[in-house]
């Protein structure tokens, strides 16, 4: 069973970057369909942007142009990169291997200025 840590959350401000990292433990990660979420307090997790073993990607209206999702399977990881941070991105980002439902612990992202 493949296990997710995620890493890279913090306080930035209002138009800051930060990249999100999800290294996988286990074997197979070449092979999962992978993808990040987010849950802000008070609200339903969402999907936030998405990326298949064969690299196509997806991304939620509110991200598009700003969120960019890759992966580098050589080192197992997924990685989501932030930029022009706004407020609204505040919340809880977890990823998730989604051919075996498999959550990550979650990183806390804040924008604030």
């Known amino acids: 069973q493949v296990q997710l840590v995620e890493s890279g959350g913090g306080l930035v401000q209002p138009g800051g970057s930060l990249r999100l990292s999800c290294a996988a433990f286990g074997s197979l990660f070449a092979l999962y369909n992978m993808a990040w979420y987010r849950q802000a307090p008070g609200k339903q997790r969402e999907l936030v942007a998405s990326?298949?073993?064969?690299?196509?990607?997806y991304y939620v209206d509110s991200v598009q142009g700003r969120f960019t999702i890759s992966r580098d399977n050589a080192k197992n990881t997924v990685y989501l990169q932030m930029n022009n941070l706004k407020a609204e991105d505040t919340a809880v980002y977890y990823c998730?291997?989604?051919?075996?439902?498999?959550w990550g612990q979650g990183t806390q992202v804040t924008v604030s200025s």
């Open positions: 998730k291997a989604e051919n075996v439902k498999v």
């Open positions: 990326i298949t073993r064969a690299g196509s990607t």
